[in-house]
């Protein structure tokens, strides 16, 4: 009853946050992204979910930052693939990567592990997981908390859709479309490494490394 009802509450939580932020109620990216932190962590006290529910037991921390690290080693394989080979290298001009060193460092460490990747899996592979893991089976529970993950990216990327040059006159709904796929798909993944490892660490790892990495190419690309 108690996983059950951090569920329904968690998932309410995150479709209203992702509501509120569609429509600018909640200030600067930064702050909003504090105010999820801080819900979820909340909302993990309420429901009293313990460390292993949340997958930040201690001793579960080596292997997280084992395979965290191997998730990031291919992800890097991939970029540089992708940045070498001439049909892809077009999706990595982000006008986004148009920034100086100093501010690419500031994105890596501040909007995307800070504000991006701690809150989201915190919520997704952290309570969200650990709740539908008790209710569900684990392949029920990793396609809905997946599910939302894909769906969780849909404002986002009609906002920035416009920033890369190779999806900039791509009609809006398949561009939509591709972001969910392919943020459903990391979100399997990202929620296999948890469920593997038994920590969020790993999840954490590679989801900076998608969103940090990409973002670094992008840099290296453009400058």
Not at 38 to 47: G, P
Not at 80 to 92: D, E, R
Not at 105 to 116: C, N
């Given at each position: 009853?108690?996983?059950?009802?951090?569920?329904?509450?968690?998932?309410?939580?995150?479709?209203?946050?992702?509501?509120?932020?569609?429509?600018?109620?909640?200030?600067?990216?930064?702050?909003?992204?504090?105010?999820?932190?801080?819900?979820?962590?909340?909302?993990?006290?309420?429901?009293?979910?313990?460390?292993?529910?949340?997958?930040?037991r201690r001793d579960t921390v080596p292997a997280g930052l084992a395979w965290g690290f191997g998730a990031l080693g291919l992800v890097f394989v991939v970029l540089?693939?992708?940045?070498?080979?001439?049909?892809?290298?077009?999706?990595?001009?982000?006008?986004?990567?148009?920034?100086?060193?100093?501010?690419?460092?500031?994105?890596?460490?501040?909007?995307?592990?800070?504000?991006?990747?701690?809150?989201?899996?915190?919520?997704?592979?952290g309570l969200l997981l650990g709740a539908a893991v008790q209710v569900f089976r684990r392949s029920a529970a990793v396609l809905l908390t997946s599910v939302l993950f894909g769906l969780w990216h849909v404002a986002p990327t009609l906002h920035t859709m416009s920033d890369n040059q190779s999806v900039r006159h791509t009609p809006a709904v398949l561009v939509v479309l591709g972001a969910v796929a392919l943020t459903f798909a990391a979100g399997v993944v990202f929620c296999w490494l948890r469920l593997r490892s038994g920590s969020l660490v790993a999840p954490a790892i590679a989801h900076f490394a998608t969103n940090g990495l990409a973002l670094a190419f992008a840099w290296f690309v453009i400058h």
């Open positions: 009853m108690r996983a059950r009802r951090c569920l329904v509450e968690t998932v309410c939580l995150l479709v209203v946050f992702n509501l509120a932020r569609s429509f600018g109620l909640l200030g600067p990216a930064l702050v909003a992204d504090a105010v999820l932190f801080v819900a979820v962590a909340l909302l993990a006290w309420h429901s009293r979910a313990t460390w292993a529910d949340l997958g930040l540089l693939l992708a940045a070498l080979i001439p049909s892809t290298n077009g999706f990595l001009h982000d006008s986004r990567a148009a920034i100086s060193a100093g501010r690419m460092l500031y994105e890596l460490s501040v909007s995307i592990l800070l504000g991006t990747v701690i809150p989201e899996e915190l919520a997704f592979r």
